[in-house]
């Protein structure tokens, strides 16, 4: 009895964050009735921003989706590896006066305000990049479709998707690193037992921590995803669907932050941002409810 009087107790909180997140979906479904009348799902499939005072309107916000992912995506090829091999030589092979001072150091880069890192990444890190890795790599490599679009500015994809990693790596590698330390210490010396180098056994031991993994691959897919002010510095804010890593584009986030302050002007901008704001509350949440199922299925095999 007193345990269902416990989860009684529990249910208005449950209720709670559930109906914040379906108010939320409303919300957004609700104000993105207004472009979904007008234009369909043309607001999804077409690459134009059109605003007018005299009834033209027209909006697409696919460039926007696409350089969401793109970026996304670049931050996570990137940050996952960093955040593995952080965790692991932290574990395991940092000295024990540079453990702490490590461990303090990703803490406080994850506390820090995203417009340091935008800054930062503006003023320093797009000249290092433009400098050093587009112009080479177009140079040598521009009939390579990733390498073939001129670094003019530095402001691209690629620039976003590191600093992105930069400011998400902090994160996934606190989930993996919390969880890797956890591995029971009977299975590092079974690993070691039976002859396993350091190397193979790291191997094994990372295996046992794949929900671990993975949900710092959802962490840190869901923090560069929704990523406003750094990105804005350093995407280059432009209505464009390239392949190039070099090209400069938009995100949901940033066309949001940049065109919201004006968007009351226009009869159907407020809404169309509301539909972008859908698009990246499903995509998020897709991404989410596959890391779910993935981790579901993992858990059963183990058991």
């Known amino acids: ?136 790599l177009y140079e040598h490599f521009s009939f390579i479709p990733l390498f073939s679009y001129p670094p003019i500015t530095g402001y691209s994809y690629l620039s976003a998707g590191v600093l992105l990693a930069i400011m998400v790596t902090p994160f996934a590698s606190a989930i993996i690193r919390e969880a890797y330390r956890m591995v029971p210490r009977v299975y590092r010396e079974g690993a070691y037992a039976l002859g396993l180098t350091r190397f193979e056994a790291t191997k094994v031991l990372l295996g046992y921590i794949k929900p671990a993994i993975l949900s710092g691959f959802l962490l840190a897919f869901g923090r560069a995803i929704g990523e406003t002010v750094a990105v804005s510095l350093v995407v280059g804010n432009t209505f464009n669907i390239n392949p190039s890593l070099f090209a400069p584009g938009y995100t949901i986030s940033s066309l949001i932050a940049n065109q919201f302050g004006n968007a009351f002007i226009y009869n159907y901008m407020p809404s169309a941002l509301f539909a972008a704001g859908l698009a990246l509350f499903v995509i998020g949440l897709v991404i989410n409810v596959a890391g779910l199922i993935m981790l579901r299925r993992w858990s059963h095999a183990k058991v």
Request: glycine letters at 6%; hydrophobic letters at 55%; proline letters at 6%.
């Open 1 to 136: 009895m007193k345990i269902d009087k416990f989860k009684l107790a529990l249910l208005p909180i449950t209720t709670v964050v559930f109906g914040i997140f379906l108010l939320m979906l409303i919300v957004y479904v609700s104000q993105s009735i207004p472009i979904f009348k007008k234009e369909g799902l043309a607001i999804y499939t077409t690459n134009v921003w059109k605003a007018s005072e005299t009834g033209e309107e027209f909006y697409g916000v696919l460039a926007a989706i696409y350089g969401s992912v793109y970026t996304s995506v670049i931050a996570v090829l990137i940050a996952l590896p960093l955040s593995i091999g952080f965790a692991v030589f932290v574990v395991d092979y940092a000295p024990k006066k540079l453990k702490e001072p490590l461990i303090v150091a990703t803490d406080v880069m994850a506390g820090l305000p995203t417009i340091l890192y935008g800054i930062w990444g503006a003023f320093v890190l797009v000249p290092l990049l433009k400098r050093f890795v587009m112009e080479p």
